[in-house]
């Protein structure tokens, strides 16, 4: 008989001590098939060789008492009864039960080689205990080696890395760098965009309920180029005239930039129409400006077919920001540009205490390391495509899906009550959200209404794991 402490068997969930036991090949004759409250029979987990630490810290209520205490109540969670996460490997995270949950949104798309990758970790620890931080006006290893790493997989002359501390960091860099370079101040970004939180950033992103009514100047709005819900449909070249007209009667013909995520992700998972940058890059250049790709959920292989989200709509931008997967949850950012742009920076003195820290700078040289040992690219290629078919699938099946689109890990499910008028199934997906952590698989949700699934897990996510969250997705929608 296998003996758990008290403890343990205290912060283990039934399940989980029959996994334990499994795994040990010892026979439990009371397992069961597990079955929900309507009694339908529910989609089993894939097998994983990994028995979570026992949790003795502070549960879920007193945590949620002192956050609404101490923390900014700007601060939302996901879920009528929040998670009390405490520990994670891999694709999967554990609750303050021992539970075992499915990740499938990596952090908010930032988990990009798996949680607590053991590479990644060793690379930090090592760093940490010979040197945790100076700056950069002293010399180290770390960070050269990181931003020749980082500039390898860059086309063209985007050679020239300055490192952040996050996403909104990098687009505020980026815009000013393109008004100093350029001399212009007008910016052009694209509707249903969300490119930061800071006041500069607030003005490029366009989803209201991500803007406060502050000053927000000298920032238009194209029309999104959205396949499933745009005006022009799938064509590009449609969508690019605007860009075109908002130069013409918007600005005073000159403009300092064009700023687009190539697959807007707080929108929703929307992939840009087919042959839209292309046009757009040659308008905004045409009015002396210049072009940034925001690919701080869109890049280091994530889509599969392409290392860079720009490469998908084959164009070379003159700037591009990025930040969540590249520090695998460490808060790193950077832009990278060419080294005449990066020059105007050295009208002034500008300077970040925290960009390039030594730590960060390994773990992050440690992340775009065992994204290219590991063929993660490649695996999302594989594993992205498998799971957009088991999706459309389901579209096939279930009215209430309107769309699914993306690509490699970064998929969106549109949800609507009527596939011909799209009005956003806003309840259903709701619900649909709660049951589907329930059953224990964790997504996103996004689109200006909130009716879009955002899936996009930790690049290690594999195609058990996507039959699982089909499994459960199907499960729940047929529960409606």
């Known amino acids: 008989m296998l003996k758990i402490g008290k403890r343990v068997a205290d912060n283990l969930s039934r399940r989980r001590i029959n996994?334990?036991?499994?795994?040990?090949?010892?026979?439990?004759?009371?397992?069961?098939?597990?079955?929900?409250?309507?009694?339908?029979s529910l989609p089993q987990m894939p097998p994983f060789d990994y028995i979570p630490q026992p949790y003795d810290g502070p549960l879920l209520e007193e945590i949620l008492q002192k956050r609404k205490q101490y923390l900014c109540p700007s601060m939302f969670y996901f879920y009528e009864k929040p998670l009390n996460i405490v520990e994670g490997k891999m694709q999967y995270l554990f609750d303050e039960n021992g539970r075992r949950y499915l990740d499938a949104f990596g952090g908010i798309v930032t988990v990009s080689c798996g949680h607590c990758h053991p590479d990644v970790i060793d690379a930090i620890v090592k760093q940490t205990k010979l040197l945790q931080h100076t700056t950069t006006i002293y010399l180290h290893h770390a960070i050269v080696e990181f931003a020749e790493a980082l500039a390898e997989k860059f086309p063209g002359n985007l050679k020239a890395v300055f490192f952040t501390n996050s996403?909104?960091?990098?687009?505020?860099?980026?815009?000013?760098?393109?008004?100093?370079?350029?001399?212009?101040?007008?910016?052009?970004?694209?509707?249903?965009?969300?490119?930061?939180?800071?006041?500069?950033?607030?003005?490029?992103?366009?989803?209201s309920k991500w803007k406060y009514n502050v000053a927000q100047s000298g920032v238009h709005h194209a029309i999104n180029p959205h396949p499933y819900r745009g005006v022009f449909g799938s064509d590009g070249a449609k969508y690019a005239n605007d860009v075109q007209d908002l130069i013409d009667f918007g600005t005073?013909?000159?403009?300092?930039?064009?700023i687009a995520e190539p697959i807007q992700g707080v929108g929703g998972a929307v992939e840009m129409a087919p042959g839209y940058l292309q046009p757009v890059y040659e308008s905004v250049r045409k009015a002396g400006g210049v072009c940034i790709s925001d690919e701080v959920q869109t890049g280091f292989g994530r889509l599969g077919s392409h290392y860079w989200g720009f490469e998908t709509q084959n164009v070379i931008p003159d700037i591009v920001t990025m930040a969540k997967g590249i520090g695998n949850g460490l808060p790193l950012g950077a832009v990278v540009t060419t080294p005449e742009i990066a020059k105007v920076l050295t009208q002034r003195s500008h300077f970040n205490t925290f960009g390039g820290n030594p730590v960060c700078s390994a773990g992050g040289h440690a992340v775009l390391k065992v994204l290219e040992k590991e063929k993660r690219q490649e695996h999302c290629a594989?594993?992205?495509?498998?799971?957009?078919?088991?999706?459309r699938e389901l579209q096939e099946k279930y009215e209430v899906i309107g769309d699914v689109r993306g690509r490699g890990l970064m998929i969106g499910v549109e949800m609507v009550t009527d596939r011909t008028s799209k009005t956003p199934a806003q309840v259903e997906t709701a619900v649909i959200f709660e049951k589907m952590k329930d059953m224990g698989v964790l997504v996103g949700k996004g689109g200006m209404y909130g009716n879009v699934f955002r899936i996009k897990p930790p690049m290690c996510f594999t195609k058990e794991d996507s039959d699982f969250l089909v499994d459960v997705m199907d499960l729940a929608l047929s529960q409606l």
């Open 382 to 391: 594989a594993v992205g495509a498998h799971l957009i078919n088991r999706l």
């Open 167 to 207: 996403g909104t960091e990098s687009n505020e860099l980026a815009t000013m760098m393109a008004r100093l370079y350029t001399g212009n101040h007008d910016m052009i970004s694209v509707r249903n965009s969300y490119h930061g939180s800071s006041a500069l950033t607030m003005g490029m992103t366009a989803q």
């Open 252 to 258: 005073s013909g000159r403009v300092a930039g064009f």
């Open 19 to 40: 996994e334990i036991v499994s795994s040990r090949g010892i026979a439990i004759s009371a397992a069961a098939e597990k079955k929900d409250s309507h009694g339908f």
